[in-house]
């Protein structure tokens, strides 16, 4: 999937300068004598830039000089590898996350966890398995759910005072 993170990277580039330049034309309340770090703009624009720096990494760990379109009769063309395929399976997860997941009565760091063990596992159920490695990628997928959900709830609820559902 490498060869197609170029310009997908650029685009989250864009897409992350955009947010960043929006939040920063965000009025700043300072007449009304509001803290720096209580401004409107403070959060989008950190995140925007979090946006552009993963993007800027996408990018760069593309494989130079290969195609941007992965051939479909080639060997890495999975059941799942195709990038549009993966959009779709990734749009899905995250409406079964919204609809389902949230809200129903389940802790929001246990739904996180499921979400994201589902979602990394079945991203790369193929490659994986065609290294041999499922279960360490589980595993993986484990680990990574379990920190997010006890991260994404403290992080939320203590340092930024919003209550999950």
Excluded: K, N
Aim: with cysteine.
């Amino acid at each position: 999937m490498a060869r197609v993170d170029r310009p997908w990277g650029a685009g989250w580039i864009v897409l992350g300068a955009a947010i960043t330049a929006g939040a920063w034309r965000i009025d700043r309340l300072d007449a009304q004598g509001v803290a720096w770090f209580a401004a409107p703009g403070l959060l989008p624009g950190v995140l925007g830039v979090l946006i552009a720096l993963c993007g800027l990494l996408l990018a760069l760990r593309s494989e130079p000089g290969t195609s941007a379109t992965p051939d479909p009769a080639s060997a890495d063309a999975a059941p799942i590898a195709l990038p549009w395929r993966r959009v779709l399976l990734t749009l899905l997860l995250c409406l079964g996350f919204a609809v389902v997941l949230v809200g129903r009565g389940l802790p929001f760091g246990v739904a996180a966890a499921l979400y994201l063990f589902t979602h990394i596992g079945l991203l790369q159920w193929h490659e994986r398995g065609a290294a041999g490695q499922r279960l360490r990628g589980l595993l993986v997928a484990a680990a990574i759910a379990i920190g997010a959900g006890l991260a994404v709830p403290f992080v939320f609820e203590q340092l930024f005072l919003v209550r999950l559902p």
